[in-house]
């Protein structure tokens, strides 16, 4: 796997990063309720679903934010000096539906000391996932723990 040497201060502000992008179908749907057990019928039963507001199955929310994560990671170097810490503020302002096209825009958002590890810092990333009509179907802030190059 190729890697990269980026250090905490080797990160920029509003520094961003667009990823390719990834059709939804009908399988990523069913493939998701099977895997997470969720079968609510919003997301698997097309008549049902057409007595709703979207008329039509919606992929799962965290499939969203996974299918987005994968689309991250592929062509990414590993950075052997960082690591995600967590996920803060997910969102999902709009569904995705099978035949939607999703790809990821990543914005460095904020950057700041780690106040409990000196030797490292707290990169937050902003990932906006946007449907095919520019649409923001998730939202959410990557924390990353990034070691500080000489400390």
Known sequence: MKTVEKFFEDFEMGETRSTSARTITETDIVMHAMHSGDWMPHHV???FCKTQPFK????HGNATFSIATGL???GEPLNPHGMTY???K???PNPV???DTIKVEVTVVSKQDDPKRPAHGIIIEGKTTT???GECVCYAEHVLYVEKRNV
């Open 90 to 92: 997910v969102r999902y």
């Open 97 to 99: 539906f099978a035949g």
């Open 72 to 74: 991250c990671l592929q």
């Open 131 to 133: 449907n095919q009509k």
């Open 45 to 47: 039963d097309a008549e």
């Open 56 to 59: 039509k199955p919606i992929l």
């Open 86 to 88: 967590g996920y803060n």
